[in-house]
């Protein structure tokens, strides 16, 4: 499935206080995910094996490494859990880098709320603007994402250019 979004992560300490804001717009709470999502050395873009209690996707996806809403370009495989998977992409490309997080996922309407705790990183929120039906132009998706960093009242300064991958990447190399 091909799915285009513009999303934003940022950086919080207070994870309880942003996802009470959210509470207050009355969202569909969807669950809490334990997600363990292995990236694999790939030529281009980023491929992340995503296993977890509620989302379970190989998914393929690029994106530019720049601080705000961002669009990326997705193309995402839903599966069954299953090791064979994992084994064969370990084997054949070999793993670069492991994100271990419990992720708190909301929606209203095609906005997706991730309300994150990532092992060795700390707290974070991401906001996703999804079209997986062609049913909104780019622009549209950005302003979803534009309108909800206003309501969160976040700054410049809590905004993330990177993906949890690349930050767990740039801690090894420390």
């Known amino acids: 499935m091909n799915i285009k979004n513009f999303e934003f ?19 569909v709470f969807q669950g809490l995910d334990h997600q363990i999502d292995t990236y694999f050395k790939v030529e281009t873009g980023r491929l992340k094996l995503r296993e977890g209690t509620i989302e379970n996707a190989l998914i393929n996806y690029d994106r530019e490494n720049i601080a705000g809403s961002k669009e990326s ?8 859990p299953n090791v064979a998977l994992k084994e064969i992409l370990t084997k054949q490309l070999g793993v670069k880098v492991v994100v271990n997080k419990k992720r708190k996922i909301y929606f209203i309407g095609n906005v997706k709320f991730h309300f994150d705790r990532v092992e060795n990183l700390g707290t974070f929120m991401e906001v996703e603007a999804i079209d997986a039906e062609d049913a909104f132009t780019t622009e549209q998706l950005k302003v979803q994402c534009d309108t909800y960093f206003d309501f969160f009242e976040l700054t410049p300064d809590t905004i993330m250019d990177k993906s949890y991958s690349d930050l767990l990447v740039e801690q090894q190399n420390l």
């Open 9 to 27: 992560k940022a950086k919080v300490d207070n994870l309880e206080a942003v996802e009470n804001k959210l509470l207050t717009l009355n969202p």
């Open 73 to 80: 370009q997705i193309i995402l495989y839903q599966h069954t």
